[in-house]
């Protein structure tokens, strides 16, 4: 196939997830460093992008979605991410576990808890799958943790059980932070505390944090999806560093459609 072709199929549409995502402002970049000037970026939601992403593959049908890692749907089709020698979308990143001012002070067993937590891309993608195939997520949590409980116990170790306290974590409605809330959540509440998870958008996840009324949260991509909203709050937060390592972002296709890399799309 060829550039015309695939986006006379796609009617040059780049179906992307909510706005605010890091991963829309890297496709924006992406965009202009490879001159996609006929090229649309679609607003919407992860949950719709897959639900494009499902229809499309059904019927065997071109598509192109903004895609990360780790995520279940590489597991579920056959998907290839568009090479990207331009390096619009960076490289492999953190996941940093970012919670605030006070707490350490405050409920220093929760802090030592989030500050150990710890663990592999294929974690998180066990969980996802589980949610996926339509476990709740609470479910999905609880059996990961029962089959991984030397791991969870290094994330507890010298950790001060709670007594009832509240501990509250935001986090974005992506398929990945749903895994990972939900998990540290689940951990939480099983060392005494009273968890409350609360789905938000990205840029008030960051803000709940610095301004205190969020304690704290699993989701922040660094250092470069996140970057902006980081350097925007980075002075009122405490970095407690990467909780997991190996993420990437990209276009992604699934494995028919003939075009190799974004370079091919002008
Ligand atoms: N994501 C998943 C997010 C971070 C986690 C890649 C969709 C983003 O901000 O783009």
């Known amino acids: 196939g060829n550039a015309n072709e695939i986006g006379a199929q796609t009617d040059y549409e780049i179906v992307g997830i909510e706005p605010g995502a890091g991963l829309m402002e890297l496709t924006k970049t992406a965009i202009e460093d490879y001159e996609l000037d006929d090229w ?7 949950a719709a992008m897959v639900a494009e992403l499902q229809k499309a593959y059904t019927n065997q049908e071109p598509i192109i979605i903004t895609g990360w890692t780790p995520h279940w749907m590489f597991s ?11 390096e619009s979308f960076g490289g492999a990143e953190d996941i940093h576990t970012i919670v605030r001012k006070g707490l350490e002070q405050d409920l220093p067993g929760a802090y030592t808890i989030l500050d150990q937590f710890t663990w592999e891309p294929s974690d998180m993608e066990a969980v996802m799958v589980d949610v996926t195939n339509g476990m709740d997520p609470e479910e ?22 709670g007594n009832g306290e509240a501990v509250k974590l935001v986090f974005v409605a992506w398929d990945s932070e749903i895994a990972s ?14 968890v409350t998870l609360s789905q938000v958008e990205v840029g008030p996840m960051f803000a709940g944090v610095a301004n205190g009324s969020a304690d ?7 250092p470069t999806t996140h970057l902006e ?11 407690l560093g990467s909780n997991l390592h190996g993420t990437k972002n990209g276009l992604v296709v699934p494995k028919y459609v003939e075009i190799e890399s974004i370079e091919d799309l002008k």
């Open 40 to 46: 649309t970026l679609l607003e919407g939601s992860s």
């Open 76 to 86: 579920q089709y056959d998907l290839k991410y568009l090479e990207d020698p331009k």
């Open 140 to 161: 999905a949590a609880e059996k990961w943790i029962n089959a991984n409980s030397d791991l969870v116990s290094e994330w507890t170790k010298g950790a001060q059980a």
């Open 181 to 194: 809330t939900y998990v540290i959540g689940k951990v939480l509440e099983q060392n005494g505390y009273k």
């Open 216 to 222: 704290g949260m699993v989701g922040a991509w660094l």
């Open 229 to 239: 909203y980081f350097n925007t709050y980075k002075a009122d937060v405490v970095d």
